[in-house]
């Protein structure tokens, strides 16, 4: 069945750069997506990107794909503090309908 | 900006009891979804509805049901709670956009503890 994976914690220093990283199954994805989570709060769209873009960047935030590989990434230029969240991968794929699966999300730790 | 809202930041229920939770949207959306997020499992689809009185069985419907009488508003029923359903709930619902990309926009959570 259709499936996203992604790590669970990553760790890194204020100004530095965090890449969070997925993997999905579903080889009929067409958008990709991805949410953040601040504590306390519900998931809130950050970015996403059709399946026939390879990168989409956005101010801070670039984010690749690797169909081929079914690899997903999302670059954090300068963390910051306030980019300390969870970050969900999400993929939309077809199963008599489409739907949102989502990954099991990475917590970001950003160190001042 | 969407507004998603959750009646219930934080919920304590004894087992066996009838739980409510409710949902509304302002954005005349017309889907609607109960997820729940555990540690380490990310989020479940429980049931979503693309339409006032339409129902759909998610991933893990069991133990849940859900009422949608009105457009906005979509409401999970736990119909008797047990330990197992002490989670993190989240309502979201979906704007049109293109046939195949379903931007969600999440309400804050309930928290749910059963006792």
């Not at chain 2, 409710?22 to 109960?34: I, K």
């Not at chain 2, 989020?43 to 069985?57: A, G, N, P, Q, T």
């Not at chain 2, 330990?83 to 989240?90: D, H």
């Amino acid at each position: 069945g259709e499936d996203v994976e992604q790590s669970l914690f990553l760790s890194v220093r204020e100004g530095d750069s965090s890449v969070i990283n997925c993997t999905y199954t579903d080889s009929s994805s067409t958008y990709l997506y991805w949410y953040k989570q601040e504590p306390g709060a519900g998931l809130q769209l950050l970015t996403y990107i059709f399946s026939n873009m390879d990168m989409k960047q956005d101010q801070r935030l670039t984010v690749l794909l690797n169909k081929k590989d079914k690899h997903l990434s999302l670059r954090i230029a300068d963390t910051q503090t306030g980019d300390s969240a969870i970050y969900f991968c999400a993929e939309s794929a077809y199963t008599g309908g489409f739907k949102t699966i989502f990954g099991a999300g990475t917590r970001l730790f950003v160190k001042a | 900006d969407v507004k998603v809202t959750q009646s219930s930041r934080y919920l304590v229920k004894r087992t066996g009891e009838k739980v409510f939770l409710e949902c509304v949207q302002d954005m005349d959306h017309e889907n609607m979804f109960w997820y729940r997020q555990d540690p380490g499992l990310g989020l479940r689809l429980i049931y979503f509805s693309y339409d006032v009185k339409m129902k759909e069985k998610g991933d893990i419907p069991e133990g849940y049901s859900v009422s949608r009488e009105k457009k906005e508003r979509f409401s999970l029923i736990l119909e008797s709670a047990s330990t197992n359903q002490t989670s993190m709930y989240l309502c979201a619902s979906s704007s049109p956009g293109e046939a195949t990309n379903e931007k969600l926009f999440f309400g804050s959570g309930t928290q749910l503890s059963v006792l």
